[in-house]
């Protein structure tokens, strides 16, 4: 009785097994098999009224037909699974076919270049100070002692920016105009009034002046700007600096020169000029890389500190001479037209 029994559950199994294609379906029929009601459990509660001598051998045989029925369920259960995951993988793919592009991205030749001028200047305990693209007229210029004249403040040479714009995250001293920076000098004053001495910065960034593209100019360029102000700083710490930076950059045999100059900010001022045997083509000639100079007193009387107690120097380069120079461009403006011919040259 019991082995019939036994025997149809087995068949239907069977039989369903073929027909059930998901994990709801599965779960359903075994359910029906070997749930709480289901046809095997139901079984197994007739071994109550099995006499006592027959039990060995009707134990026997329900077992072996659960292990029957497992082998179907498992059977099911295994192609489902199967089918669950290649629909989670998608479409198949081929791992070991290259990808489209496998090229790995590099720093933009700029960043790159930015990035090893600060990485020098970290060494010797200067950090990174950022300042914003758009700026006020009085950190800009103002602060700066750039007089009221100044060509750079003629709406010629700058981007100014509508009267009525107000930026919430760029603070004014007055109602004076917005601007994009011409410089990164800005950010001497800014951290000059955040900080307090010693200060050792460096900052990089993006700036803006009204000018027509040509091979070495460009509305839109890179400076590294760079500030040092503490108790007697001297000359001898600006020219010392700034050596030690030409060298790692241009090579240990490099030599510098101070041509005396003119910035409001800085006084005295000079243009610092190198030139480096290991520089092949370049090597024989003197090139103009940054101006620098001492802190002028004005400034810092500006941003409340005593010039009898303070000094420092200060000193701007542009990223993209720098680059020019060490990457053999020999035209700006290919920093900018994102072709990927150039910029995969670079690719380290
Ligand atoms: N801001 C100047 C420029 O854009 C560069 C410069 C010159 C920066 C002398 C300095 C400096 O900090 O001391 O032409």
Redesign the pocket.
């Known amino acids: 009785m019991i082995e019939e029994k036994l025997n149809t559950v087995i068949a239907l199994v069977e039989n369903e097994c073929s027909s059930i294609k998901t994990r709801v379906e599965f779960e359903h029929f075994k359910a029906t098999i070997s749930g709480p009601k289901g046809k095997l459990t139901e079984i197994m509660k007739l071994m109550g009224s099995v006499p006592k001598e027959d039990k060995p051998t009707v134990g026997k045989k329900i077992n072996e037909a659960k292990g029957e029925i497992q082998k179907h369920l498992d059977r099911v259960l295994t192609e489902i699974e199967e089918v669950e995951l290649l629909s989670r993988l998608g479409p198949p793919i081929d791992p070991t076919l290259p990808s489209p592009d496998s090229s790995k991205g590099c720093l933009h030749p700029i960043a790159q270049v930015r990035d090893q001028v600060i990485d020098l200047f970290h060494r010797i305990g200067f950090s990174v100070a950022e300042g914003t693209e758009l700026e006020t007229e009085y950190y800009c210029f103002d602060a700066?002692n750039i007089p009221s004249d100044h060509p750079a403040r003629d709406m010629q040479d700058s981007y100014f920016m509508p009267e009525d714009l107000q930026m919430d995250n760029v603070s004014k001293k007055n109602q004076e105009r917005y601007l994009l920076r011409?410089?990164?000098?800005s950010v001497?004053i800014r951290t000059l009034l955040d900080e307090k001495p010693p200060i050792r910065i460096v900052a990089p960034g993006r700036?803006f002046r009204r000018d027509t593209p040509d091979a070495t100019h460009s509305a839109n360029f890179h400076?590294i700007?760079?500030?040092y102000v503490d108790k007697d700083v001297t000359l001898v710490d600006l020219k010392s600096t700034l050596d030690y930076f030409v060298k790692k950059t241009f090579g240990s045999s490099a030599k510098t020169r101070l041509r005396p100059?003119f910035?409001p900010?800085?006084e005295p001022?000079?243009e610092m000029d190198f030139y480096s045997p290991d520089l092949g083509k370049l090597s024989h000639k003197w090139l103009e890389i940054?101006?620098?100079?001492m802190?002028d007193p004005e400034v810092l009387k500006e941003v409340g500190l005593d010039s009898d107690q303070y000094s420092g120097?200060?000193?701007?380069?542009?990223i993209e001479r720098i680059a020019m120079i060490l990457q053999g461009v020999d035209d700006i403006r290919y920093y900018y037209q994102n072709d990927i011919r150039f910029l995969r040259q670079f690719s380290v």
Do not use: I, N, P, R
Request: hydrophobic share 40%; proline share 0%; glycine share 18%.
């Open positions: 700066l011409t410089h990164t000098s001497q700036c400076q700007e760079g500030l100059s910035f900010f800085t001022s000079f940054m101006g620098c100079g802190v120097f200060a000193f701007g380069m542009g």
